[in-house]
Nanobody, 123 residues
Framework: QVQLVESGGGLVQAGGSLRLSCTASGRTLRPYAVGWFRQAPGKERDFVAA????????DYADSVKGRFTISRDNAGNTVYLQMNSLSPEDTAVYYC????????????????WGQGTQVTVSS
């Protein structure tokens, strides 16, 4: 069992930045592909970004390309989502998720999920 914990959410003005962090309680995330997803009220959970430790595969949703960056610390224990040029449309609960295989945009393919962290962007 992998217990994921997100942090770093909050309230920010449009144009601002936030960095989200995802860690696994008591273990490394190195063996796992990790994805970030977000869910706004009344909407489906959407893919944001994902990366893997092996091979360095990275993917982004078109809506965040050029604004968001997913990365890992050198030890592979924490996965970050740097979010720049935020807009009110980015307001959502952000979740990190992990799976043992390659990255994918499909939320249902991830085995482990965090509890989510709220990101609110004011206009």
């Amino acid at each position: 069992q992998v217990q994921l914990v997100e942090s770093g959410g909050g309230l920010v003005q449009a144009g601002g930045s936030l960095r989200l962090s995802c860690t696994a309680s008591g273990r490394t995330l190195r063996p796992y592909a990790v994805g970030w997803f977000r869910q706004a009220p009344g909407k489906e959970r959407d893919f944001v970004a994902a990366n893997s430790w092996r091979g360095g595969n990275i993917d982004y949703a078109d809506s965040v390309k050029g604004r968001f960056t997913i990365s890992r610390d050198n030890a592979g224990n924490t996965v970050y989502l740097q979010m720049n040029s935020l807009s009110p449309e980015d307001t959502a609960v952000y979740y990190c998720a992990a799976r043992s295989y390659t990255i994918t945009k499909v939320a249902g393919a991830y085995d482990y999920w965090g509890q989510g962290t709220q990101v609110t962007v004011s206009s």
